[in-house]
């Protein structure tokens, strides 16, 4: 962003009068400002459409609270004490200014602040989401590249096939089978969960990310611990993203080799490699960081099937098991935490189309 | 003129030089099921997704036994003569239950697949074509469902409406739609200006009939490409639902209900998971053959070098 | 650059300084437990009322009475009370505590913190309260009522209850012990503490809770001053895995001791494992048919009577609940005192189908709500199957148990599956719900009672039984009384209690002890030792 700017204002440095440079600025800051308050009005829709949603549910939240047993006078105490009287307009107002002063409330179905819960899980869906998509990308991205230098031949082929099965199968099937195989009867990975018993609160929690984490503590045989723990739903989630990326760098890849461009490269006499990697490739980065960026945004949803099977204390089994519950506070929590992935995600890839594409000026 | 008459009717449609709009039209078509026919894995996906419309029509024909009758004696029993891929934790016969299931699977899809692109059709090209706060608003609303996790927010609907396999299928079409939206917004912002278009206005076309005669027809071809591969994960999203227990009721034969159904057997009675498991993985590979073999045909950017 | 080369550092280091290392099994000392822990919501023993999280208090907290984990068929057994005698009107109980017992923060536990325990628990008046309010205690009188003196405490009660039903009750959690000093020191406004002891623990318990997380796993530590030894485990961790498949691979592989939720077919194949044995424990939960009386073919007395012969009993309990249920037509749990293990129904689709007909109630449709577990989708769907051949149609609506409740309260489930669990190890815990409902008007609003819910107006009689047993001073006079109330039960009521829960646990060879508690109480570590 700021490179662009002082290019353009660079650019009419010449003569620009300080009243110029002011509206400019205004300008700037009134189309920042449109896309912030856009982005509000997003956040504040999606909460909205969340707390409706809770309150048309058919679920009691308050007998959650205290269960089958609880007599008349403790249900009505505790429906008061929830705020659940007020008429909705005041719950979402009050909601509203809670979260406002960091305040998310407590879920009813753990008994702690949401703030904690998130704090705990959104870190474990981190580390997945974010294996899972350097497994993606890495595969995915030369995968697709080849396929593309090679359209038509078997390379191609085999790429097609193997991403189509990777969108074709369904996800909890190909979890359990993966269990089944590499950690009942191969014994490669860890089973379900993010480390073995024998390590669980050996290592002080920095960054929530186990991984992470044994490496600052520098416990070796807890990080090996955590890697074979995650390899295994890592590498289903890396090769669902792996099909969707290897399909769209291929499609981006065909789009510039057939741009005039490259062909003017090959009468040069450059190498092919020189001009499928050199020359095409660095064009399609832009959209490619894009369909990687939407790609690793929707694994931080939360897979929720991935984790209900791998017994992964994860957002999306958290979100899911909430909204079961009547547990709107934290399932509140976590669509803000989602929502807000979601549009910081689509506007650093706004933003970096603007900062690298040169067209988009 | 004279050769006409002698000419094949492949030679016809083929011609560089067709007579008629209608011929022209035709040729079109034609030239694309050529292209369409040389992809022989887009063949087999068509070939297999034709089987499982005859299997869904004529089920209870071709099915064996009855997908409801149980024999708690014979439960669980491995794929062999009487049952050819062996029966559930009930006694059903599992074939026989996949069979039926192919109606409710094609009923799901086909209903989805209509309703969503409809939706988004109508939201994306309103949004475009008005422009203004129209457009904000619309796109604002698109991205709030955009913005949600999507197996929550179908959960959420069915959680609110009840569970049930009409309820699944709305709310599978009430995530899906976003993202029609904003294709079919992009499509129209790319021909509002387009010459043809300020003709047909000039001729005195409202704003209606514009929209209808002459943007969506346009729209419509990204729109096809775009739902054919998307059938694929509204099956999976489907089995997902019933997976959870939110889709087809009990003793509805679901696919993702029966592999629900499977899942506590899975290490010693694999079949009960795995034959649904193969039935939904051999549909939706088959629809995405098919898209994938579509947009080679159909998207006018991908394809043709 | 410096931070960036101590990082570079220590992956260096670690790299080369640490060998791999492989933990085939679990450490000796070490119990390492597998259990679905979602339900957790709170530790304070007076909220707690969840099976897990009595799981936990259980070992954390000390009651005044509690079960001796090796023979729990004992009953209730002195405890932090050394002794304890009845008034002469059967008013009063009085309990003399044992000396020299500390608390985990080394307080010593006295007569006061124990009639401050109960106290609390009473003006707190979270869900589990009743257990004790039912004596006749409330916010007002419970400091009248409730009195120390020295090392005693006495409870003074509104009626001269049972003996056995009042120490019965005070086996429960809520009944707990806890540190006055210590939880005086964590509150929050007039909370009395339970914030503080949602997450932290003050009791005298064997085991010290050393972090809970939610949805993730529990862990305790040994209390070493523990008044009855310290236990052999050193520590025990309760990891929260959901999929019986995934806990039976764990077990296989080593690296759990304990399996708590396999299904039937996990439990058939690791029993045929090397190293593995399942302990099959009954546990107090009740599986019953509750056939709703505003449902106008349901409250047919004919229909009634047929669904009875519609519940294939056997071959249910033989195929998909094998290992899980057996089958039980009584509502108190076999275990329990005054439990009658008569099985007055079979299955006879035939005469089921012959008593409908005879009513004109054939073609009938019934549409249901059962909560989306897979024993009672599986039993409904066979039921299902059952009514179809008898000429009546149910049409099955899966539903979460949040959901499924709900409406059952509301007296809209017109055939309810589903499970009943006793509160308190005492008959009058089943009783009271299932033979009780003094007003079956919808205005009564008694969404506690399983009568009400099923809007079954219990006969007056019957009613008047129950209230009685509960006074009856002598115990064997007691069980037959109970036994009375229950074949009448089986002749007449809408409610049909169907199978009792078995509880089959995994556990790996060397584990000894275990103890999942029975019908009576919740997990007992204490008593596990891990030989070779």
Known sequence: MSATDTENDGGRAAGPSPADRRAATRRRLKRIGGVFLSLALTMLGLLLVTFIIGRVMPIDPVLKVVGDRATQAQYDAAYVAMGLDQPLYVQFIRYIGDVLTGDFGRSISTGQLVINDIKRVFPATVELATLGTLIGVLIGVPLGVIAAANRGGWVDQVARVVALIGYSMPIFWLGLMGLLIFYGILGWVGGPGRQDIIYSGMVPTVTGLLMVDSLIAGDWGAFKDAFSHIILPASLLGYFSLAYISRMTRSFMLEQLSAEYITTARVKGLSERGVIWRHAFRNISIPLITVIALSFGSLLEGSVLTEIIFSWPGLGQYVTKALLAGDMNAVLGGTIVIGTCFVGLNLLSDLLYRVLDPRSK | MSDVQYQSRRDWLLTDAPQTRRQARLGAIYQGWLTFRANKLAMFGLVILILLIVMAIFAPLLAPYSPFSQDLTNRLQPPGAANWLGTDHLGRDIMSRLIHGSRITLFIVGTVALIAPIIGLFVGTVAGFAGGWVDQVLMRITDIFLAFPKLILALAFVAALGAGIGNAVLALAITAWPPYARLARAETLTIRNADFIAAARLQGAGPMRLLIGHIWPLCISSLIVRVALDMAGIILSAAGLGFLGLGAQPPMPEWGAMISDGRTYILDFWWVAAMPGLAIFIVSLAFNLLGDGLRDVLDPKGAKE | ?532
């Not at chain 3, 086996?171 to 210590?182: C, F, G, H, P, Q």
């Not at chain 3, 998909?320 to 299955?347: C, I, N, R």
């Not at chain 3, 449709?365 to 051949?389: C, F, H, N, P, W």
């Not at chain 3, 149609?393 to 059952?408: C, F, H, P, S, W």
């Open chain 3, 1 to 532: 650059m410096n931070k960036l080369l101590n990082t570079r550092a220590i992956l260096l280091a670690s790299a080369l300084a640490i060998a791999p290392a492989a933990y085939a099994e679990t450490p000796a000392d070490v119990l390492v437990v597998a259990h679905t822990i979602d339900d957790i919501i709170s530790l304070d023993p007076a909220q707690s009322f969840e099976f897990s999280g009595n799981d936990v208090s259980n070992n954390t907290y000390d009651r005044l009475v509690d079960f001796d984990p090796l023979d729990l068929d004992k009953g209730f057994q002195p405890s932090l009370a050394e002794s304890w005698e009845v008034s002469e009107d059967g008013l009063s109980i009085t309990f003399t505590m044992r000396e020299g017992v500390t608390f985990h923060s080394g307080n010593p536990v006295r007569a006061e913190d124990a009639a401050w325990s109960l106290q609390r628990a009473v003006k707190l008046d979270k869900t589990p309260a009743f257990i004790l309010t039912q004596f006749g205690f409330t916010a007002d009188n419970v400091e009248q009522k409730i009195t120390f003196e020295g090392n005693t405490l006495t409870l003074t009660m509104d009626k001269p209850y049972a003996p056995s039903f009042v120490l019965n009750c005070l086996t429960a959690n809520i009944a707990s012990v806890v540190d006055k000093e210590l939880v005086m020191q964590h509150v929050e406004g007039e909370d009395m503490g339970n914030t503080w002891l949602s997450n932290n623990d003050a009791g005298s318990g064997a085991y010290v809770l050393a972090s809970w997380t939610p949805n993730e796993a529990v862990q305790l530590t040994a209390y070493e001053d523990y008044f009855q030894g310290a236990p052999a485990m050193k520590r025990v961790i309760v990891k929260n895995v959901q999929e019986s498949s995934a806990q039976r691979l764990q077990l296989e592989a080593g690296d759990i001791d304990v399996a708590r939720n396999l299904t039937p077919t996990d439990v058939e194949a690791v029993s045929a494992s090397e190293g593995i044995k399942i302990q099959d424990e009954p546990r107090g939960r009740i599986l019953y048919m509750g056939l709703n009386q505003k449902d106008e073919v349901l409250s047919n007395p004919a229909v009634i009577e047929a669904m009875k012969y519609l519940v294939n009993y056997q071959g249910i309990a033989d195929s998909f609940l094998k290992g899980q249920f057996m089958v039980h037509q009584s509502f108190l749990p076999s275990g329990y005192l005054g439990a009658l293990d008569e099985m007055p129904w079979t299955y006879d689709v035939e005469k089921a189908k012959a008593l409908i007909e005879e009513a004109g109630m054939s073609g009938k449709t019934i549409t249901t709500k059962v909560r989306d577990l897979r024993e009672y989708v599986d039993v409904a769907q066979a039921l299902q199957a059952s009514m179809a051949e008898a000429g009546l149609t149910l049409n099955i609506e899966q539903m979460t148990g949040a959901q499924v409740l709900d409406a059952y309260r509301a007296r809209e489930v017109p055939i309810f599956l589903g499970e009943w669990g006793p509160d308190y190890s005492d008959p009058n815990t089943n009783a009271a719900t299932f033979a009780y409902n003094p007003d079956n008007s919808d205005e009564a609003n008694a969404t506690g009672l399983l009568a009400w819910r099923n809007a079954y107006a219990v006969p007056q009689a019957m009613g008047d039984a129950t209230v009685a047993a509960t006074l009856e001073q002598d115990g064997d006079t007691r069980a037959t009384m109970y036994q009375d109330i229950q074949r009448q039960y089986q002749a007449e009521a809408p409610i049909v209690p169907l199978f009792q829960r078995i509880e089959p646990t995994g556990l790996r060879e060397g584990v000894e002890n275990w103890q999942s508690g029975k019908t009576v109480t919740s997990v007992i570590y204490r008593a596990v030792t891990k030989g070779e």
